[in-house]
C-alpha cells in the first residue's frame, strides 16, 4: 500500500517535472523546425490546397504556437487580421521582422505563454499547430482545448496539428525535447466534450505507430 502511494508521488513529480522541462525548451527555443524540410513544405501544401477551401476568407484569426510565422504567414495571405502567440520571445522577434520584411499590415505577433496568460477576444478561426504535443500535463491539455473553445466565435473553427499515437499514450523526450503522444481516440474525445465537432481530419505524415494529422472542428453556433 505505502510502496503504491510512493510510486504514484513518483510518477507524479515525474510528470510535473517533464511538462516544466517541456516548457522551459520552448520558453528559449530559436527555431521549431526539428523534422526535415520536407516535411514543413509537405505541411504548407496541404494548408493551401486542402486546409483553407474548408475555412472561411476574411476573417480574425488567432495562430496560437506560431514559432517564427511560417504558417502564421499563409493564414494572413488570406484572413482579415491575424495574431500570432508564442512561448518562445526569439521567434516572436523573428516572425515580426520576417512580418515586416513582407510588408504583412494585416500581422501582429505577441510573446504570451498560452497556460499562463490572458488571449483577448473571440476569432473566426483558432489554429493550434503541433502545440498540445508540448503540453506534458493531462489537466493542462484538457484546459487547453475548453481554452481553444472559447477563443473561437459560435459557429467559427479550431484548427489543430498533432502527432498522436494509435495506440497507447506515449512520451518522447531527449535533451529536454519532450513529445507527448496522446492517444488519438481519447484526443479527439476531449475536443467533442467541449462541443468541438470534427468537420474534417487530413494526414501529414505517420511513424512507428504514430499519426501526424491536421484537424478541423466546428463550434456549435
Ligand atoms: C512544434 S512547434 C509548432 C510550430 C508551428 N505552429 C508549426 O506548425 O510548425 C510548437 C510551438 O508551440 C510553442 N509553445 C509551446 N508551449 C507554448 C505555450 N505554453 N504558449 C505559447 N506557445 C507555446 C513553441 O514555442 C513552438 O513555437
Redesign the pocket.
Known amino acids: 500500500m505505502l510502496r503504491t502511494v510512493v510510486q504514484k508521488t513518483r510518477d507524479f513529480l515525474k510528470r510535473i517535472s517533464r511538462h516544466s522541462r517541456s ?1 522551459a525548451y ?2 528559449k ?1 530559436t527555431t ?1 523546425f ?1 523534422a526535415p524540410p520536407e516535411y ?1 513544405d509537405r ?1 504548407e501544401a496541404i494548408m493551401r490546397e486542402s486546409l483553407f477551401p474548408r475555412l472561411p476568407d476574411g476573417g480574425a484569426v488567432l ?5 517564427n510565422g ?2 502564421t504567414l499563409l493564414f494572413a495571405e488570406r484572413a482579415r487580421s491575424v495574431l500570432g ?4 520571445p526569439s ?1 516572436v522577434a523573428e516572425a515580426t521582422k520576417i512580418a515586416a520584411e513582407r510588408n504583412r499590415a494585416n500581422v501582429e505577433y505577441k510573446t ?5 496568460e490572458e488571449i483577448h477576444g473571440v476569432f473566426d478561426v483558432v489554429s493550434c ?3 498540445t ?3 506534458a500535463n493531462e489537466d493542462l491539455f484538457r484546459k487547453t482545448v475548453r481554452r481553444l473553445q472559447t477563443l473561437a466565435r459560435p459557429d467559427g473553427y479550431v484548427v489543430t ?1 498533432e502527432s498522436l499515437s494509435l495506440a497507447n499514450d506515449d512520451v518522447h523526450e531527449s535533451n529536454g525535447y519532450v513529445a507527448t503522444y496522446r492517444n488519438i481516440d481519447r484526443y479527439l474525445k476531449e475536443f467533442e466534450g467541449v462541443g468541438l465537432r470534427l468537420d474534417h481530419e487530413i494526414e501529414l505524415a505517420n511513424f512507428s505507430g504514430k499519426t501526424n494529422r491536421f484537424f478541423v472542428f466546428r463550434k456549435s453556433p
Do not use: P
Not at 495562430?63 to 514559432?67: L, N, T
Not at 502567440?85 to 518562445?88: L, V
Not at 504570451?112 to 499562463?116: A, E, G, N, T
Open positions: 516548457q520552448w520558453k527555443a521549431t526539428l514543413y505541411q495562430d496560437i504556437g506560431c514559432g511560417r504558417f502567440i508564442d512561448i518562445s521567434l504570451i505563454d498560452l497556460l499562463k499547430l503541433g502545440v504535443s508540448c503540453i496539428k
